[in-house]
């Protein structure tokens, strides 16, 4: 381990099942490793078209304001909540889990009046919760909320959230960061004005891009504001000048041309295989997964219907270390897994089979080299590791 | 040019000597393509480490604080701002170009009371007048200015401007995006507060990644401010327990793994050139294009010490049409070369020898092309494509 850093860097080969980034396929490295080109070429210019019309249809949108946030799915957090909110705005955000609590912190930092709406995690959002709250509070601007918790396995009604949102007048935030391309997504069937996501889950790209959508009711507020979007970088109005797809384009920012180049090949092929296909192949591989737990006497966190196919929260038994399993598995297996976060750490493993991931030859190799940890046989490696 | 976005997109080859992004090295490019591996990977937190030697390194500082912001120098610049000033705070801008101009409306939208002091762009930084500036104004808190001006060719003296803002008392804040890596940057013997960098000037990585660093003054300064960092994704305390360094480290967002392998090997190729080498290597590309401009009776915009080598503002002669002479470059020669910007649009052309770009080779294909160009031999192209 004694290395220096004059020494190029090779990455080992791991099997990436944990809460993301999710393994990549070679066709979106190859991509990646594309000769870089000014972000300003009319080439790059026409593949940043096709980027916003696969990230439309991946969203099932026809919103104009669709494109790449520069950074990773965090910015695209800062990014739709920056732009909607003004100081003083109320916004009712539920909370259960890790990236809830963020959008808490994001839009209070941002100078909103936060009303935090609590769920037990592992449970979902219950939108007849958030129909009271809008009820009890008045004059509530938006409604913010997690599509799919990365930090539970936990999915919830996205649709029913952004009908009751509407009955209210208020407009929605919807964190899609672990849902995109994993299980449905139907942005204007249902009514949701402002979505982010990010590159590294069920698309299967690299991490660093964070996909958003602005619907046309957001983009009319953002334009009406009393006052200017706090980050100049993240204001729509200068960016989509940018990603406007015309040629009389404005200098904003330098696009991260390689980095569109692997989201541009991860989307190409998501769209080849078709999203209804990547859907399922979602949900088959998390029913592997589930039959393979269960003969390993594995249980869930989560309830069936609220289950994300592509995050699998695992109860750890009582008879296993965590850490030193997680261990053993990374580094004698070459299998990543995630931790639990905050009220869940120690208490459950992360599965994720998020894109490349959700494929069956990946979800054996995991069931396997599960059972051999569990079974005592690799000792020698587990106590080496921890 | 009717394809469909299911078809995988093929980066034409570019000569990239505009503005940025420069040429990235094929190993670099190779380096990016590795296999994807966790963030909270050990051996990516290693990694994160090396880079971060490495950084410091190439600004000469022994900084704590210095990392690469997971955006474009543009989110550097909103990460160096937004983390110092406060509501109503002081700061003093020198503007004389397009980032100058840039850095006010950035601090502007984060509340502070921006002062700004024009300068003729094409002319540097007068420390005399940021001197009397701040004998006029009192309480200000910053001092930001650009270090190499992108939209213009000019360096400013980085170590006057300091020490003046060190004797009234304000801390600086440096735009090196341009500078990193193709002139001398000192930090500390400087005594600079805080700076931003990109990826995709000198250090010939490809875009989407910002070396930025705070000084000790800074992280005290940013310790003790009375409200919170507006963004939470940019707020360096927590993000330094994310880049810190060791294996305890707090989860704050998804680093850009790929990104960083390229950073990592684009800094690796720096120091085994050398620091000094690679600045004498910008020095030499800059005296040969200038040798052959005075041949083809062209000037630059600059006057002789305050040119940056790395950045050559070219006077239009009145005789050629500026955007079809471009295009030809591009279309028929796959040289990039960059626009104008502000009130220089049609009057300069920005040719940028910047990290790979800065090579004899590159130097002498750009001045053979103009020369066909401007001598009319590729008319038949220049009516085509114009």
């Given at each position: ?95 259960n889990g890790v990236?809830?609590t ?18 037990t995690w592992g ?28 930090s539970t ?148 966190l ?38 639990g976060l905050g009220p869940l750490a120690g208490k459950i ?38």
């Amino acid at each position: 381990m004694n290395r220096s850093y004059l020494e190029s860097f090779l990455p080992p080969t791991r099997l990436l099942l944990g809460p993301g980034p999710s393994p990549v396929a070679p066709e979106v490295l190859t991509a990646m490793a594309g000769p870089t080109i000014g972000h300003l070429d009319p080439s790059f210019i026409g593949l940043m078209a096709e980027v916003k019309t696969m990230l439309q249809m991946a969203f099932a949108t026809t919103n104009e304001v669709t494109f790449a946030v520069a950074g990773p799915g965090s910015l695209g957090m800062d990014a739709c909540v920056l732009n909607l909110i003004e100081p003083g705005d109320k916004i009712l955000i539920a909370r259960n889990g890790v990236f809830g609590t963020r959008m808490c912190e994001v839009a209070s930092r941002g100078g909103a009046h936060v009303i935090p709406l609590d769920f037990t995690w592992g449970t979902p959002v219950d939108p007849q919760a958030i129909d009271d709250a809008l009820k009890a509070h008045k004059d509530v601007k938006f409604v913010g909320f997690v599509h799919a918790e990365t930090s539970t396995g936990v999915q919830s009604d996205a649709a029913a959230i952004a009908a009751i949102a509407q009955k209210h007048g208020a407009l929605t935030i919807m964190d899609a960061v672990t849902s995109l391309a994993g299980i449905p997504i139907k942005l204007d069937e249902w009514g949701i004005d402002a979505v982010y996501s990010g590159s590294q889950k069920c698309l299967s790209c690299p991490p660093g891009l964070s996909p958003v959508s602005f619907g046309p009711r957001a983009v009319e507020h953002v334009k009406n504001r009393k006052t200017r979007v706090l980050s100049w970088f993240l204001d729509i109005t200068q960016v989509m000048a940018y990603w406007g797809g015309d040629k009389a384009r404005a200098y904003h920012h330098t696009a991260p041309v390689n980095s569109l180049y692997a989201l541009h090949e991860s989307l190409r092929r998501l769209h080849t295989e078709g999203l209804e296909a990547s859907l399922a192949r979602h949900k088959a591989a998390h029913l592997q997964l589930l039959d393979g737990l269960t003969k390993l006497g594995l249980e869930l966190l989560v309830e069936e219907p609220y289950r994300l196919p592509q995050l699998n929260a695992i109860k750890i038994p009582a008879t296993i270390n965590d850490a030193p399993l997680r261990s053993a598995l990374l580094n004698d297996f070459n299998i990543e897994i995630g931790a639990g976060l905050g009220p869940l750490a120690g208490k459950i493993w992360r599965v994720g089979l998020m894109g490349e991931g959700a494929r069956p030859e990946h979800v054996s190799r995991l069931l396997q080299s599960l059972e051999t940890l569990m079974r005592g046989q690799w000792t020698e490696a587990l106590s080496l590791a921890s």
